[in-house]
């Protein structure tokens, strides 16, 4: 089954600990591109990515980084997470030049107090 | 940059109404536009695309939506909604051969039966 994988779905920590937001896909696809979803703002892009080691930044990448170190996997990273950044957070894939094809996951539901 | 809005945040409606959702976007060249629906807990889906051709377009579930370029406008419409339609809509849009997707605020609908 074709899809994109998030873990955690929900996460509740404190401010200044670190974390990590994995993502994979298993449809071979080079584009990955993480969102972030806040009420009355839609989805702002944070990172994405057009292959293996080639990642860009978003509209909103402050305080967040990403690495692709392979196609299947897009893992975010918040290195010091702030009470801003309580927000679901959608990882999503898509063949390359095919953004009609994105394909979602479930989303993960973070908090920082 | 590009920019999309949706008019409406939030919009009620009893079962068999008409819906319109309205979506204006900035850019001025030629662009694809996107309609996806997220529905209480899941992740988003495509609803319909515009690439060229016929501005009126057919999605699943008895959507529709029309391109008026002189408008910069994509609007949704449903000629009956279903309480089953209860769901955040999202218009998105992108550079024509692009691979970034802009979102908008979306916009939540709440069908009464």
């Known amino acids: 089954e074709a899809q994109v994988t998030q873990n955690p779905r929900y996460l509740i920590t404190v401010t200044g600990k670190k974390l990590t937001v994995t993502c994979s896909q298993n449809?071979?696809?080079?584009?990955m591109s993480w969102y972030r979803q806040d009420p009355g703002l839609g989805l702002r892009q944070i990172y994405y990515?057009?292959?293996?080691?080639?990642?860009d930044k978003g509209d909103v990448p402050e305080g967040y980084k990403v690495s692709r170190k392979e196609k299947r996997n897009f893992p975010l990273i918040l290195e010091s997470p702030s009470p801003n950044q309580t927000s679901l957070y959608f990882c999503?894939?898509?063949?390359?030049?095919?953004?009609?094809?994105?394909?979602f996951g479930s989303g993960t539901q973070l908090s920082v107090l | 940059a590009q920019s999309v809005s949706q008019h409406n945040h939030h919009v009620i409606l009893s079962e068999a109404a008409s819906l319109e959702l309205g979506c204006n976007y900035s850019?001025?060249?030629?662009?694809?536009l996107f309609w996806y629906v997220q529905y209480p807990g899941q992740h988003l889906q495509l609803l319909l695309k515009?690439?060229?051709?016929?501005?009126l377009v057919k999605g699943i579930k008895g959507f529709e939506a029309e391109f008026i370029k002189s408008k910069f406008s994509f609007n949704l419409r449903k000629p009956s909604v279903q309480w089953s339609d209860t769901a955040e809509y999202f218009c998105?849009?992108?550079?024509?051969?692009?691979?970034?997707?802009?979102f908008g605020a979306g916009t939540i609908l709440r069908v009464k039966s």
């Open positions: 999503a894939s898509s063949p390359l030049g095919l953004p009609e094809k994105l394909f």
């Open positions: 449809m071979n696809h080079e584009y």
């Open positions: 990515s057009m292959n293996v080691e080639v990642t």
């Open positions: 850019y001025g060249g030629t662009v694809n």
């Open positions: 515009y690439f060229s051709g016929d501005p």
């Open positions: 998105a849009v992108r550079r024509e051969y692009g691979n970034k997707l802009v």
